[in-house]
């Protein structure tokens, strides 16, 4: 497949699109159109064509998509082919629940460390992983192919702890601490805050209402 520059909007679709095909995979469907995804996925079908020609199309006039074959190769682009070996640092209530947490593996994401300074926690058995003490990272990194890191830590050891990641080989943070990294280039840095999710559906609420009340 030809190679080009692929705006992050598409990018940051096609996961949906990956869980949607993934789920018609499953329940043994072979082809579907563009208006059929569209109407299951609420998004228009020019959306679903302009993404898809990015990639060169996928699909076949009057055929419409091969489910299997465009699920795989939505999957090769996101690099879903290849093992990713994460660890997670900080081994508190959200960074034992991502641990916990078996689907990450069937997308090809391996769980192999976590790491806390709380020598209390050091040893905790998380799904088969041992909690490991802070001066073992830089050398677990190194030792086992760990190109993933996800930060569950309080923002003010945050930033010190990513340097120490990333001068030993860690490629990309997902970061849950509440603070802007600095990372050099060519370092993906991905922030989640799920509060933002709340805060969207709090002001949807209010809008609601706010329509409520004037009709
Ligand atoms: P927690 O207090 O249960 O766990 C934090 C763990 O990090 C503790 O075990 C602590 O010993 C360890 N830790 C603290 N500083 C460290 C350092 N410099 N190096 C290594 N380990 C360190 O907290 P919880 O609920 O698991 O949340 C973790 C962090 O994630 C919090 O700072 C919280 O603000 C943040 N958070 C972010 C969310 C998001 O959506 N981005 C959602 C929930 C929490």
Same mark, same amino acid.
């Given at each position: 497949?030809?190679?080009?520059?692929?705006?992050?909007?598409v990018?940051?679709?096609?996961?949906r699109?990956?869980r949607?095909?993934?789920e018609?995979k499953?329940?043994?469907v072979e082809?579907?159109?563009?208006?059929?995804?569209?109407?299951?996925?609420?998004?228009?079908a020019? !959306?679903?064509?302009?993404?898809f020609? @990015? /990639?060169?199309?996928? %699909?076949?006039?009057?055929? +419409?998509?091969?489910?299997?074959?465009?699920?795989?190769?939505i999957g090769k682009?996101?690099?879903?082919?290849?093992?990713h070996?994460?660890?997670?640092?900080?081994?508190?209530n959200l960074? !034992?629940?991502?641990?916990?947490?078996l @689907? /990450?593996?069937r997308? %090809?994401f391996i769980?192999? +460390?976590?790491?806390?300074?709380?020598?209390?926690l050091?040893?905790?058995?998380v799904?088969?992983?041992?909690?490991?003490?802070?001066?073992?990272m830089?050398?677990f990194?190194?030792?086992?192919?760990?190109?993933?890191?996800?930060?569950?830590?309080?923002?003010? %050891?945050?930033?010190e702890v990513?340097e120490?990641?990333?001068a030993n080989?860690?490629?990309?943070?997902?970061?849950?601490?509440?603070?802007?990294l600095?990372?050099?280039?060519?370092?993906?840095?991905?922030?989640v805050h799920?509060?933002?999710?709340?805060?969207?559906?709090s002001?949807?609420? %209010?809008?609601?209402?706010?329509?409520?009340?004037?009709?």
């Amino acid at each position: 497949m030809e190679e080009k520059e692929i705006s992050q909007a598409v990018i940051s679709r096609l996961p949906r699109y990956f869980r949607y095909l993934g789920e018609l995979k499953d329940e043994g469907v072979e082809r579907i159109s563009s208006q059929e995804l569209s109407e299951l996925m609420k998004v228009t079908a020019s !959306q679903i064509r302009q993404d898809f020609n @990015n /990639f060169g199309g996928f %699909g076949q006039q009057g055929y +419409g998509y091969n489910v299997e074959y465009l699920y795989k190769e939505i999957g090769k682009i996101l690099g879903l082919d290849e093992k990713h070996n994460f660890i997670i640092i900080g081994a508190g209530n959200l960074g !034992q629940a991502l641990g916990n947490y078996l @689907n /990450f593996e069937r997308r %090809g994401f391996i769980f192999r +460390g976590m790491f806390d300074k709380n020598p209390a926690l050091v040893g905790k058995d998380v799904r088969g992983v041992k909690v490991m003490p802070m001066e073992e990272m830089e050398r677990f990194v190194k030792e086992n192919d760990i190109d993933i890191a996800v930060l569950t830590i309080p923002k003010s %050891g945050a930033e010190e702890v990513a340097e120490r990641l990333v001068a030993n080989g860690i490629r990309a943070i997902w970061n849950f601490a509440h603070v802007d990294l600095n990372v050099p280039e060519g370092i993906q840095v991905e922030n989640v805050h799920l509060s933002d999710s709340l805060m969207k559906l709090s002001y949807n609420i %209010g809008c609601y209402k706010r329509e409520k009340d004037k009709a």
